[in-house]
């Protein structure tokens, strides 16, 4: 896959910057996946909310919820691979449902 998106820690985790990751774990094209996130930025944006920040940019929750609907990974799994914890990944992937 080539060079990945390094964590605070110094971990390598799975960000949509690349590109290679798209296809492998959402089987979608990468212009497919574009558009998905392009209608799930249209309705529910990353406008500002109460509370607290979104640990990950928009389109890399696009790409997490992909992933956990595609793969059969536990959030454990998911939230490792992503840099964030399971706690995060279990309600991005909620909140999409």
């Not at 605070?8 to 798209?22: K, L, M």
Request: include cysteine.
């Amino acid at each position: 896959m080539g060079p990945g998106v390094v964590d605070h820690v110094g971990v390598q985790v799975i960000s949509a910057r690349v590109e290679g990751w798209i296809p492998t774990l959402t089987g979608l094209s990468v212009r497919q996946f574009g558009k998905l996130v392009w209608i799930v930025g249209s309705r529910v944006g990353d406008r500002s909310v109460p509370g607290r920040p979104w640990g990950l940019p928009l389109v890399d929750r696009v790409l997490l919820v992909a992933v956990c609907y595609r793969t059969n990974l536990t959030y454990r799994q998911v939230g490792l691979l992503f840099g964030i914890s399971k706690s995060a990944a279990r309600v991005q992937d909620f909140l999409c449902k």
